[in-house]
């Protein structure tokens, strides 16, 4: 079995990076194996709880309030409105609820409004996971409490091109909440965008940065940018679909037992491209037709999408 290890040194990333693209396909997707049943994908489920007026000026997000995006300004739902979702969900085969509020860091009384629903979707036997920005080590003991399966705080891109994307917090803030959620003993969710003008080399660098935390992270997103008209990356040039699905496989080599989720972007996504994404080691998808602000692929086409390629929804006995 592979070995876990959070001692990775870039040029080792590099030189996965720079495997012939077969190579590299087959060494993942036998690591995948090894860990996962294959033909499962666990489905998790997002909801925005608050939107828009963050004053962070992360360069790709519709929310913040540097940037006009035509987006409304919402406050925190109401708790019976985020139940009724979450229940939405569950109904559609999601068996985690993910709850997201745009926040630079919640205060202590919106983190009091958010216990409630977290309390609410655990009573109806689905995982929980927020996502609400930076936390204190107090906040993250308090969400523990109330029962908070996951948290989710992405690393967004390499420690190297962060402030290119982000000025109004740099990037050990990010590693400050992932250490306080993991001394909560909360999983924590963290991966990242690309189509963030990174080179491969940042690839590589946010990569070292998740698989050399002090445990890897339980799930790993890994996000394709959804241009937004408006904000300062509207008209950045993605990857293309092998760099894509080269990071998917490198992330499941690098982090052998961790979840690695094809998050947002899936509408620019084929299906031949998300076949090879599930093959190189995604195995988990958000599911619904939001994703906080960007569009997903709706119910319906992510059902006929695996019944096409046989992946299931529920685990079977691996």
């Known amino acids: 079995m592979t070995q876990l290890r959070n001692d990775w040194q870039l040029d080792e990333i590099q030189a996965l990076f720079d495997m012939p693209f077969n190579n590299l396909l087959f060494k993942a997707h036998t690591i995948h194996r090894e860990n996962f049943d294959p033909n499962y994908v666990q489905v998790s489920s997002l909801l925005n709880i608050k939107t828009g007026a963050c004053p962070e000026d992360c360069s790709y997000c519709s929310q913040s309030s540097k ?39 919640p205060t202590d009384k919106s983190l009091d409004k958010v216990i409630p629903m977290i309390q609410g979707v655990k009573a109806m036997g689905m995982e929980t996971c927020v996502t609400l920005g930076m936390l204190t080590q107090e906040q993250a003991f308090t969400l523990k409490e109330a ?38 003993d909360i999983h924590v969710c963290s991966g990242g965008i690309l189509g963030l003008g990174e080179e491969q080399s940042d690839r590589a660098s946010m990569l070292r940065s998740l698989a050399n935390l002090d445990k890897h992270p339980d799930s790993v997103p890994i996000n394709l940018l959804v241009p937004i008209p408006g904000t300062p990356f509207e008209k950045i040039e993605p990857p293309t679909e092998s760099e894509f699905v080269r990071t998917i496989a490198v992330a499941r080599i690098m982090m052998p037992k961790s979840v690695v989720r094809l998050s947002a972007g899936r509408t620019d996504m084929g299906e031949a491209m998300q076949a090879l994404c599930f093959f190189a080691g995604a195995n988990s998808i958000f599911y619904g037709e939001q994703l906080l602000t960007t569009d997903n692929p709706d119910t319906g086409s992510d059902k006929a999408l695996f019944e096409t390629l046989g992946l299931n929804m529920s685990q079977s006995n691996h």
Not at 149 to 175: A, G, K, M
């Open 147 to 184: 029962g908070l399966d996951y948290y989710n705080h992405n690393l967004d891109t390499s420690e190297e091109n962060y402030s290119n994307v982000i000025t109004t917090r740099n990037f050990q803030d990010r590693l400050d909440t992932l250490e306080s959620v993991q001394n909560a």
């Open 67 to 105: 940037y006009d995006t035509g987006l409304e300004r919402e406050k925190l739902m109401e708790i019976d409105t985020v139940l009724e979702q979450a229940k939405t969900a569950k109904d559609q085969g999601a068996t985690r609820f993910c709850m997201g509020a745009a926040w630079r860091n």
